[in-house]
Structure formats: structure tokens, C-alpha cells
């Protein structure tokens, strides 16, 4: 049987998002942040009805907090997002605004980390790195204004084209290959072999495999997801054909225009032969 996708969000969201996985979130956080946290709580562990499931729209994500309240956030996005930029910014604003009660101080505001997972080509971060992070800086002197504000883009397509991926000492490395489908097997079994928290990690997913239900709803997803990309891709085609036709229009208008000067200008060289005459 073929591996399961794991970033497939919803297979992303059963593997990382769900209390009893903690341990495991708690070291590709730790990954990814570059530092050990010492804790983590999965918050809103979600019932995912196919409704949800079903829906091309719906955000399958994995949120937490830390020991010092810091609140983070995971999200995997395997179809291109125009705006990636824009919409990271504006639901990291959501998590934050919604994060103090009617009456709280503002100091009592948690920082918030959003980490987004893209798995295709982005356009709007022109750097080489795969994994870039975010904050507030004063501009001249690169001063951070704030610690509440922290944004990380993981980008798999770059990750893939990495030329010595270091799976031995970086555990970042390890995850992504890990998450990735195009791993080759041999090398998963020597993550596994490496890291025990990855190790538990397949062990759910092979026992969620075992599940029919589960298989099913994966599926679902997975068909949401391509259902979304066709139909994102359909509206480019139709949109080129439309631009396409615009064009004919017009160049059909251009050449009628063309011909009625033409024939003016034959007409009046034809009137001034006559007044030669």
C-alpha cells in the first residue's frame, strides 16, 4: 500500500492537531522555531464532519499554545493562494484580536506565530530559502518593535530542490522529509530510525490507515483539493480564451478600420486625378 499523504491537511490536522500529539507537535514546533519548547497544548481538537471535509474552502489547521501562552498556528496549503502574503497576515490577525476576552488588559495579549506550509510554486517571496520568517523591524536600524508578530513561509518546492539536505543534525530537514511524498522509502527508514518523535508519528499514520472511514474521508479531501485546482485552472483557460476572443474583436475592428481608410484614401486619390483632369 502507497504511503499516505501527510500533507494532505486533513491527514496533516489527524497527525498533528489532535490531543495525544503532543509530543510529537511539540518537536517539529521546536523545528521550526529553532528552539526547544519545553510544552505544548493542542487546542480545538476539531470534529471534521465531510461537510468540512468536503469543502474546498474549509482551513484544516493545528493550533496550540505554548508554556509562556504563546499561541501558534499550522497551516498546509498544497493549492496556490494569489495573496498567500496578504491572507497569512490578515488570519494571524484574527488569532490575535480574538485572543483577549471583553475587559483584559492589552498586556495580556499572547504572541502569535502562524506557520504556513505551501507545497507549490509562490510568487511573492523572491528569495532562495525555503523557509523564511517574519517580523516587525524599524527599517534603518532593524530594530524589532515586537515579539506578538512572528510569520513562517515553509516552502516544499525549494525544500525539494535543496542540494544536501542535513537529516542527520537538522531536524527541521527531517520533518520536511518526512512530510514529503516524494521521499524515496529507503531514505523515510533512516528518519525514522533517527528521530522517535517522527517515528511515532508514522506509527499513527499507519494505524489511522487501518481505518476505512478514515481512508474515505482522506480521499474526500484529497478530491476537494483537486476539485479546487481544476476549477482554479479552468478559470485561467477560460479567462485566456475569453482575452483570446477580446482580441479577435478587435483586431477584426482594426482591419475593417484599416480597410474603410483605404478605400478613402483610393477615393480621394481618385477625385484628385479627376481635378488634374
Known sequence: MARL????????????????????LKSFLSAVLGRNLKEVTILENKTLTSEIIGDKTSILDVRATTDDNTHINVEVQINPYKFMDIRSLFYWSKLYSTALEAGEDYKELPNVITINILDYNNDF????????????????????????IEIHFIEMVRFRKLANKDIVNDSLHRWLTYFDEQ???????????????????????????QDKEFLHRANLRDIALSDYTSAVNDAKDEGREEAREEFRAKEKEYEIEIKNKDEEIKRLKEELEKLKL
Open 5 to 24: 499523504k501527510p500533507l494532505n491537511d486533513f491527514i496533516f490536522q489527524k497527525l498533528m492537531g489532535e490531543r495525544g500529539s503532543e509530543d510529537e
Open 125 to 148: 517571496i523572491k528569495l532562495e530559502r525555503f523557509h523564511t520568517k517574519f517580523h516587525l523591524w524599524e527599517d534603518t536600524e532593524r530594530y524589532k518593535l515586537t515579539d506578538a
Open 183 to 209: 521521499t524515496d522509502e529507503s531514505i523515510i527508514e533512516e528518519v525514522l530510525a533517527m528521530d522517535a518523535a517522527i517515528q511515532k508519528t508514522n506509527d499513527r499514520l499507519k494505524f489511522l490507515s
